[in-house]
């Protein structure tokens, strides 16, 4: 799965820090072969312990990859990969296609 997690809400300051990070708009994708699926959506990000603080600017996309994924937690994230891998395969197999009459 190739995630996107490039767009982000802050808080301008927070607890004397600025630009604190809450809520993260996600999306993911996933390819097998010629067939793909998305989905995107928005996770809140725990705010309440800004210990490890890290300013706004040497945050990459691997961390709050990680913490969108930590946030989910291991069960929401299989069940998302598995939403995916489903709408894949109704790609491969469709049940049901739209045709259009000649007259």
């Not at 820090?17 to 995107?40: C, L, M, Q």
């Not at 210990?51 to 969108?68: A, L, M, Q, R, Y």
Request: no cysteine; charged share 30%.
């Amino acid at each position: 799965m190739e995630w996107n997690v490039k767009t982000v809400d802050v808080h301008p300051k927070e607890e004397g820090h600025d630009d604190v990070i809450y809520n993260v708009h996600w999306s993911v994708t996933k390819e097998d072969g010629e067939y793909s699926a998305r989905s995107y959506g928005t996770q809140s990000i725990d705010t309440s312990d800004l210990t490890n603080f890290k300013p706004f600017d040497e945050i990459t996309s691997d961390i709050v990859k990680g913490w969108v994924i930590n946030a989910m937690g291991e069960e929401e994230v299989a069940n998302l990969e598995a939403g995916l891998d489903s709408q894949i395969e109704s790609e491969k197999n469709p049940t049901s296609v739209t045709k259009t009459l000649d007259s």
